[in-house]
């Protein structure tokens, strides 16, 4: 007698599961990297936008106390804004993402530092003061505030300065009308896509004049 052999192997029914449980393991697995990655960049942003507002922060506040010098508020000849403290001169344009090859709304310097200059009320447009200054945002960065306010009549001062990471269209304005300027303050990242590529930190320091 022959024996009849009997095959045995998975029907349509299981593979249909076992293909649906693996493409939905395969879809989580896919959405934890996305994520992890998202949090990747965020960090790595919020970490250079952190870096940056300190480095000004400390610039400014090492001029106060100990330039031995008040703190003149200069406006330049275009639309450049000025602070002279301590013979050394801050030129900054707000709310301009720095590019090296600049695309308007963009500008090629938002915050440059000149050393041993005689402050007046006007100061040094950002073209003139590049040639002997010190760039202080760097490339796809744009400073979003700098306040320097004295406290009362005191030897205080109080610093502050923001940084921001990224294109302006992953920026939000206060109008809602895209156009990031002075009057849209403070501006902040969108929470949609590409947001992990956004970035800002604001650094508030008292800083007490030492030299007079």
Do not use: W
């Amino acid at each position: 007698m022959s024996k009849q052999l009997r095959q045995k192997g998975f029907t349509i029914v299981e593979l249909m599961i076992a293909t649906s449980v693996f493409s939905v393991i395969l879809l989580i697995m896919t959405y934890g990297i996305l994520q992890i990655s998202r949090t990747y960049y965020k960090g790595i942003g919020l970490a250079r936008t952190q870096e940056v507002a300190r480095t000004i922060s400390d610039e400014i506040g090492q001029s106060i106390q100990f330039g031995g010098d008040s703190v003149v508020m200069a406006q330049a000849l275009d639309t450049t804004q000025g602070r002279c403290i301590g013979g050394r001169e801050f030129s900054y344009l707000p709310y301009r993402q720095v590019a090296q090859s600049p695309i308007a709304p963009q500008a090629r310097h938002a915050m440059v530092v000149r050393d041993n200059v005689a402050c007046g009320a006007t100061a040094q447009p950002l073209a003139n003061a590049d040639a002997t200054g010190r760039e202080l945002v760097p490339d796809r960065m744009r400073l979003t505030a700098l306040s320097i306010t004295r406290v009362g009549t005191s030897d205080l001062y109080d610093v502050q300065v923001g940084v921001g990471y990224g294109d302006t269209s992953v920026f939000t304005d206060r109008n809602g009308d895209g156009q990031i300027n002075g009057s849209d303050a403070p501006i902040e990242c969108r929470n949609d896509r590409g947001s992990q590529f956004c970035a800002t930190s604001e650094l508030n320091t008292v800083v007490q004049k030492r030299v007079k």
